[in-house]
């Protein structure tokens, strides 16, 4: 079993609301990532957060939102999403950057 | 040029055979690759991780380094139907805005028939 923990699991939402995906890790890792997947591709680096500061963000619409509240949590903010956005959503972390990386279960994001 | 490319497949292979999975990568100086395996709706999990050249074994699993030749493989031996699912090669990479993050090839899907 991962021990990133993801929720939700699945989140359906209007491309009028505001939802977040949140993602915990109790393995006293310092570096925390969001990745996107589409269907039949791999995963694609979204935002990079070590010691709990932003560092790396791959041009990523400003509809999508990251927050690292402490050292365990990391939050994915999502507003006025496009149906394109629509994937599953994984979140990771890593001892450091550079470590290898663990993935969490993944939360599947369907916008309507 | 894409930073790591892995041979396309599918790959089907029969139960017990060999699955030989390939990968190449563009960064000289890598230092770090792995294997990851995805089951159709799930997510990436960790099942090699290769640092030096040469091979790393892990049960039926055997990964390959060839740091001259920029190239890491994955042997799948005693191919079972439950290894049936996309192997992903990835390397952690230096980016041009002096980053390193983990890139992915594209994946292979392995079939393995009954």
């Known amino acids: 079993d991962t021990e990133v923990t993801q929720t939700p699991k699945h989140l359906v939402m209007g491309m009028t609301n505001k939802k977040s995906l949140k993602c915990e890790q109790h393995?006293?890792?310092?570096?925390m990532y969001w990745y996107k997947q589409k269907a039949k591709k791999p995963p694609e680096l979204m935002f990079v957060y070590s010691y709990e500061k932003l560092s790396i963000n791959e041009s990523v619409p400003s509809r999508f939102s990251p927050e690292c509240p402490n050292s365990s949590l990391l939050n994915l903010h999502l507003h006025a999403l496009q149906p394109e956005d629509s994937a599953l959503y994984l979140c990771?972390?890593?001892?450091?950057?550079?470590?290898?990386?663990?993935f969490g279960e993944g939360s599947w994001l369907t916008v309507v | 040029q894409k930073e790591v490319e892995q041979n396309s497949g599918p790959l089907s292979v029969p139960e017990g055979a060999i699955a030989s999975l390939n990968c190449t990568y563009s960064d000289r100086v890598s230092q770090s690759f792995f294997w990851y395996r995805q089951y159709s709706g799930k997510s990436p999990e960790l099942i090699m991780s290769?640092?030096?050249?040469g091979d790393k074994e892990d049960g039926r699993f055997t990964a390959q380094l060839n740091k001259a030749s920029q190239y890491v493989s994955l042997l799948i031996r005693d191919s079972q139907p439950s290894d049936s699912a996309t192997y992903l090669c990835a390397a952690i990479l230096f980016t041009r805005s002096n980053d390193y993050k983990l890139s992915f090839g594209a994946g292979t899907t392995v079939t393995v028939r009954a």
């Open positions: 990771a972390s890593s001892q450091a950057e550079r470590n290898t990386i663990y």
């Open positions: 290769i640092y030096s050249n």
């Open positions: 393995m006293g890792h310092r570096a």
